[in-house]
């Protein structure tokens, strides 16, 4: 079956993921949900002179309501029938559309890798040709874009209470992960019933890393396929894009986050292969390739990605 789910004032969580929210939509394993997001709040929205016009959706949620702990708007929850902690939820990302005719880039002083290179807030808007999937940046270049959301996410755990949407963690959050685009399957473990499904934060073009602390961000529209694995909950989200494996790894400190990342994709071929964990260890460093996924998050996000082609005749199968 598929669903749509409206970004408006009574379906977004802004700023915040709450493991008790109510419900705004409840679906079944294997249904489908097209799915609207917003982006960005009042000083965001394109100023007089700028290209782009303001989705009347997003008007009506930044009349309405007021960020709480974080930035982002969320779409959301939704429940899928049957998902209790200690599940995977599997969720196939089928489509990705821009919903809106502009992206915008802040950077503001505090912030950032470099938080002393702005002296003040400069919010930028850049106009996007939805139809040749391009924007044209103001220093020049014309940039081929490559839309993907930054935040896909279940509840938190209950023990933790709302969390700020800023800092990702095991239930996803702002991993900002772009390989979290369409045609990806991403995996996240479930902790509260129903595991309470969020997405938000949609970029319509972002570097590894996100050094000045925004992407080119822009309202994106996905549609999400919804599968339930009982018992095999990942320790963190996993994402298979194009035969390749993504496993993350989120820290406050950049080695830790790496760390954790290649140890759960040494972890991941024990589990898909007969290798030893020596072997594994000896594969991930001749096929596995650590990235930084961003560093502005507070908890810094490294993924390590593989080739799962790499391990066809391993243990000589």
Not at 244 to 270: Q, S
Not at 284 to 301: D, E, Y
Request: charged share 20%.
């Amino acid at each position: 079956m598929l669903h749509h789910l409206p970004a408006r004032p009574d379906t977004i969580l802004w700023g915040h993921l709450d493991p008790d929210a109510a419900p705004v939509l409840r679906i079944r394993p294997g249904d489908s949900v097209e799915v609207e997001t917003l982006s960005g709040g009042a000083r965001n929205l394109p100023a007089a002179g700028q290209p782009g016009t303001a989705l009347p959706a997003h008007l009506a949620v930044i009349a309405a309501k007021s960020p709480e702990l974080g930035p982002h708007m969320l779409t959301g929850p939704i429940a899928v029938e049957g998902a209790m902690p200690g599940d995977r939820l599997v969720v196939e990302i089928e489509e990705i559309r821009f919903a809106q005719d502009y992206g915008w880039n802040a950077i503001e002083p505090g912030f950032g890798m470099f938080p002393d290179l702005a002296t003040a807030y400069e919010n930028l808007t850049v106009a996007i040709d939805r139809d040749r999937g391009t924007a044209q940046l103001p220093w020049g270049p014309e940039a081929a874009l490559a839309p993907f959301f930054g935040i896909l996410a279940v509840a938190p755990p209950r023990a933790g209470g709302r969390l700020s949407s800023v800092p990702p963690g095991g239930f996803g959050g702002n991993i900002d992960n772009r390989l979290a685009r369409a045609g990806a399957v991403i995996s996240l473990p479930v902790f509260v019933p129903g595991a309470l499904f969020m997405a938000g934060d949609g970029h319509a073009l972002q570097g590894d890393g996100e050094i000045c602390d925004t992407a080119l961000e822009t309202a994106l529209n996905g549609r999400f396929r919804f599968q339930l694995e009982k018992g095999t909950a990942p320790s963190a989200p996993e994402i298979l894009y194009d035969n390749r494996l993504i496993t993350m790894g989120f820290d406050p400190d950049l080695d830790r986050a790496a760390e954790a990342a290649a140890a759960r994709m040494i972890d991941n071929i024990c589990a898909r292969s007969p290798l030893t964990r020596t072997e594994a260890f000896r594969h991930c460093s001749l096929f596995g390739s650590l990235r930084i996924t961003q560093v502005v998050n507070g908890v810094k996000g490294v993924h390590c990605l593989l080739d799962l082609g790499s391990l066809e005749g391993a243990g000589g199968l």
